[in-house]
């Protein structure tokens, strides 16, 4: 297989730093939250970051759907470094350092805008179990500008070096217009573009601009409620996870050299995926429910291991098998870490 080169791989999305912490289910009510969701943080979740920060065991780590994946995809393949390359906005501030150090870290080529009116975005991960509820608090994400950063030559030539281009549906709430760019980028020059419908709450509040975007994405993902979601907002009218994949498949696409191929993760449930003409049923790892210690990024890896393999040029079904060993890490660890090299064949 082919060794993949520098920047074969780009990210665009939201950077932010993940405070995650264990909470109980009155903390989860006080806030109105959903044990097991992601929302963007409104004024009444002000309080609850000046809360999460002060329990104990406390945990920081960088974190950001799409900048998780490439980050998660740089370390399955290990070498060469700089495979991944992710773009987004943070603050000139602690945070927005600890992001950076981070990504070297990773051995991820991150090229921030930088900006000083907002602070570095923040997600608090509230744990309770096996269930996790996201707030996100964009702010300095929510400032990326096309033609601040995209746009500028150099930073569109990393664009142009990529094959495979990843873009979480999160980034539909800050910059569509960069989104479109990228799509036709990869459309007119038949590579590779992927995105992920991240949250219900996409489908539901930004629907025009997922669906502006559709006609170019030749790989979907998305969980099983994700999908449910997307369905109803399209009026599919089923709740049969496989005929979701095949109608999702369906909808118009611009490049016809490439099929779009759907994947839908469920958990601890069969990965759905479009093969073909076909809608396939693939078994994830086993896991003793004892092992798993934070859920939270399982979908973030399970794309960032698909990457891995996709920008190797693997078939799907061996996209998935990488996917499902990635996931399988992530999730017996706290927030979206991973120990020093992948053991995987």
Known sequence: MPTPSENTLFGMGN??????????????????????????????????????????????????????????????????????????????????????????????????????????????????????????????????????????????????KAKVYYIAGFFLTVSPESILKVAKHASENNKIFCMNLSAPFISQFFKKPLMDVMPYVDILFGNETEAATFAKELGFETDDIGEIAKKTQNLPKENAKRQRVVVFTQGKDDTVATVGEKVTMFPVLDIDQNDIVDTNGAGDSFVGGFLSALVQEQPLEECIRAGHYSANVIIRRVGCTFPEKPDYH
Request: hydrophobic share 35%; net charge negative; proline share 3%.
């Open 15 to 160: 950077p932010l730093l993940d405070i995650s912490a264990v909470v109980d289910k009155d903390f989860l009510d006080k806030y109105g939250l959903k044990p097991n969701d992601q929302i963007l943080a409104e004024e009444a979740h002000k309080a609850l970051f000046e809360e999460i920060v002060r329990r104990d065991k406390v945990e920081y780590h960088a974190g950001g759907s799409t900048q998780n994946s490439v980050k998660i995809a740089q370390w399955m393949i290990q070498k060469p470094h700089k495979v991944a390359t992710f773009f987004g906005c943070i603050g000139t501030d602690h945070f927005g350092e600890i992001l950076k150090q981070k990504a070297e870290e990773a051995h991820v080529d991150a090229h921030y805008y930088e900006q000083s009116e907002e602070p570095t975005g923040t997600c608090a991960a509230c744990i309770t179990g096996d269930n996790r509820s996201l707030v996100a608090n964009l702010a300095a994400a929510n400032c990326y500008k096309k033609e601040k950063h995209l746009d500028l030559d150099n930073n569109w030539e990393l664009v142009k």
